[in-house]
């Protein structure tokens, strides 16, 4: 073509550039929905990336790190950490099947299993966490597809036998599935000890800003990571590539940041567990906590979640503590810089095995700050708590 092509197509046209201005120690932030592919073959070679939902150059990486650090055969990426685990079940699992659920799962997981999957023809049935895996065995029947595990648990931080458990499913052709956020692929390897999936809610601490959502699921082996890719393809799971490249520095500090944050956890549920006001503390890393010997044995390290039991019983004392904190933010999440605290009570409610407290449950995440400022901030609110009764 030899005539001079207008404005308008020269615009068009002139970003499209091959090759890299220069190398980086992050990815280029690929932004785009067209993927333009070679040649007319291409456009049908569904081995490769064809469209820009499936990720490009920043998910590409991300996923890359995320398999590094699990030892994983693959890992898919979601646009929250429920819409990983969810998607995951999903793609484990058929009308008429049964699924087993630790009981000390994440509530909107169990929300989901207790609406949705029952909608879609799966039974739920839950099971206490303090089983072994002999007697977990026992329940399954020949329509269990899938067990569902979280160690520690959300809110009161069990610890489950998870080598035991996996090796127990895998003789019974039963998957696996475990939520490792609190580990976060770092002090926890669940897939080395045979778990079929991990997932995490990258939202937590790869992220650690507490301003981006992600999840991701993580397959052991090819033929289960082909149906977490068939549910994120069919589901139109994506994530963007600015979020994913997030994701990635704050991965770049995991290591760094965990290691602070459970050092500092450490410190304070010792000081809880020497404060009048305070029953008990349930943080796995603790010795003489509850589940404290298998933690030892299967994890390398604490992160900053430490949940405490109060002596106070009434409502109004707990929102005197909660209300009395300076420091410690009121929210959900955690994994972010900041520390928080949640009263627990409302959700374990829900629970089939309830744990058996001396008095109400609260959740901290301590974060980054100075511990000794932390202290400083748990004192006096527990201090209006026993004010309150």
């Known amino acids: 073509m030899n005539r001079k092509q207008s404005d308008a197509t020269r615009v068009v046209h002139a970003a499209g550039q091959d090759g890299l201005v220069g190398r980086t ?14 040649n007319a073959a291409a456009l049908h070679d569904t081995r490769g990336v064809t469209y820009g939902r499936q990720g490009l150059q920043p998910q590409a990486s991300l996923t890359a790190a995320l398999c590094d650090l699990e030892g994983a055969e693959s890992a898919h990426l979601f646009s929250s950490g429920l819409a990983a685990i969810t998607s995951a079940i999903l793609a484990l699992v058929k009308a008429g099947d049964e699924v087993l659920v630790t009981d000390c799962i994440y ?11 029952k909608r879609f023809g799966v039974t739920t049935r839950y099971f206490d966490p303090a089983l072994s895996a002999e007697d977990l065995a026992a ?21 489950q036998d998870v080598p035991a458990i996996a090796a127990m499913a895998q003789a019974r052709g039963v998957l696996t599935v475990i939520d490792n956020t609190w580990g976060a692929g770092l002090y926890f390897k669940p897939l080395s000890h045979g778990v ?11 992220c650690g800003h507490s301003d981006v959502f992600m999840g991701a699921a993580m397959a052991r082996e090819a033929k289960v990571g082909a149906k977490l890719n068939d549910a994120a393809l069919h589901l139109g799971a994506s994530v963007s590539p600015d979020d994913a490249y997030q994701m990635l520095r704050g991965l770049r500090t995991l290591a760094a940041r965990l290691e602070h944050h459970g050092r500092s956890a450490l410190e304070i549920a010792a000081w809880l567990n020497d404060q009048p006001g305070v029953a008990e503390v349930i943080c796995p890393g603790l010795p003489g906590s509850r589940g404290h010997e298998v933690w030892r044995r299967d994890f390398t390290g604490q992160n900053g979640l430490v949940s405490f039991v109060l002596k106070s019983q009434s409502k109004a004392a707990v929102d005197c503590f909660l ?27 829900h629970r089939r095995y309830p744990p058996k407290l001396a008095g109400p449950l609260v959740r901290l995440h301590v974060g980054l700050e100075d511990v000794e400022d932390l202290k400083v901030d748990l004192a006096e609110a527990l201090v209006a708590c026993a004010g309150a009764g």
Do not use: H, N
């Open 25 to 38: 120690v992050g990815p280029p932030i690929q932004r785009g929905s067209t993927v333009l592919l070679p």
């Open 107 to 117: 509530y909107p997981t169990r929300r989901f299993c207790d609406l949705t999957l």
């Open 139 to 159: 329940l399954i029947t020949p329509q269990t597809r899938l067990i569902v595990l979280e160690a520690p648990g959300s809110l009161t931080l069990e610890m």
């Open 196 to 206: 079929d999936v991990s997932v995490q809610a990258l939202t937590k601490y790869v």
């Open 323 to 349: 209300d009395d904190l300076r420091l410690f933010g009121l929210g959900f999440s955690w994994g972010g810089f900041e520390s928080l605290a949640i009263p627990c009570d409302s959700q374990l409610r």
